[in-house]
């Protein structure tokens, strides 16, 4: 196993720093596994994402979960409080049973009808 790094990526080439170069039919690009509060501060802005808060997670008081309790998982396939703005993440069987409800959501919206739900929480605690 190479230490070498992607340097670039072509159409049809993914080539590593140590000059080995790899052709593709399909490149997938798996970005792991960081906080989508820390893209939304690289797409809109620091401001957005402390208005957005955390991502995930029920509130338990953990170092990576902050409190309070809030009963369901936060800013995830619903209305947050940046308008306009939702997330869908998590993995295939969550995609797949989540995408009915999210896309209700969104024909909903297009069609000018109430959407209700949970809660639009308060932010209590920045990215």
Request: with cysteine; hydrophobic share 40%.
């Amino acid at each position: 196993m190479s230490d070498a790094q992607v340097s670039e990526i072509t159409e049809t080439l993914v080539c590593l720093s140590n000059g080995t170069r790899l052709e593709a039919d399909l490149i997938v690009r798996a970005t792991g596994y960081t906080s989508m509060n820390s893209w939304v501060a690289d797409l809109m802005g620091q401001e957005v994402a402390d208005k957005v808060g955390k991502c995930w997670g029920l509130g338990s008081d953990t170092p990576k979960n902050p409190g309070p309790w809030v009963g369901e998982l936060r800013n995830m396939w619903k209305p947050t409080r940046q308008l306009g703005l939702r997330f869908h993440g998590g993995n295939l069987h969550q995609w797949r049973h989540y995408s009915l409800y999210f896309a209700m959501q969104l024909k909903a919206r297009m069609e000018g009808l109430e959407i209700k739900v949970y809660d639009i929480l308060e932010t209590y605690h920045l990215a």
